[in-house]
C-alpha cells in the first residue's frame, strides 16, 4: 500500500469537493430561467424534483443530470490520480471520501445556510463512479417503483434500501474485506442518509397527502 495522502492534500480534496457538492444547480437555474427563488415553491428543496415542478420535467431532468455529474467528477478524478489509502490502520480510498463530501456538501451547502437537496442525484453520481453495479440496480429498483407508485420518493428510499443489499450480493466475500468493506459503509451511510431527507415524504404518505407523478398538489 503506498503511504496516505498528506494532511494539507487531504483537506483539498475533501473541502473542494465540498464545495463543488454545495453548487445549487437547481437554485441558479431556475432563478436564471424563471426568476423564482426555489425555497419560496413547492417543497422548498433544493433539487431537481423541485426544480422541475418550476421549470418543467426536461430542466428537471437536465438539472438532474448535473447533479449526478457534480457527485461522479471528484471520484473520477480521485480514482484517476491513483486513489490512495488516506489511512495506514485500513483501506480508505481517497474516492470514497470525496464522493463522501460531494454528497454532503449537496446536502447540506454552506453557501444555502446547511439546507440543500436530498442528495439522490448527487448520490447516483458518486455511485456510478464507485461501483457502477450497484447504481444499475438501484435504477433499476426506482424505476420499478416509480412506475408501480408514481412517487418519486417512493423511488428513491427504495432506491437507498437496495444499495447495501446490491453490493453484498454482487461482491458476496469480498464485500467485507479491504476497499469492499470502505465502499459497504459508505453505501451504508448514503441509504441512512436518504431516509432521513425523505422522512417528511414518509409522514406524507402515512398520512395519503405524497403527490404522485401527474398528479395532486405539488408539495
Known sequence: MEAPLSNTTLAFWLVGSYLLGSVSFARLIT???S????????SGNLGATNAGR?????WGLF???LDCAKGLGPVFAARSVGDESVTDAFVLPLSILVGAATIVGHCL?????FRGGKGVATTSGVLAGLCPGVFGIAMLVFGLALATTRMISV???LGGLALPIAWLALERRHALEGRGAAVLTLLLLMMTLILVMHRKNMERIVRGEEP???RGPKT
Open 63 to 65: 438539472i438532474y443530470a
Open 155 to 157: 423511488g428513491s428510499m
Open 212 to 214: 404522485k407523478l401527474g
Open 109 to 113: 451547502p454552506v453557501m444555502e445556510g
Open 35 to 42: 426568476g423564482v427563488d426555489l425555497r419560496t415553491v413547492g
Open 54 to 58: 418550476v421549470l418543467g420535467r426536461r
Open 31 to 33: 432563478r436564471i430561467k
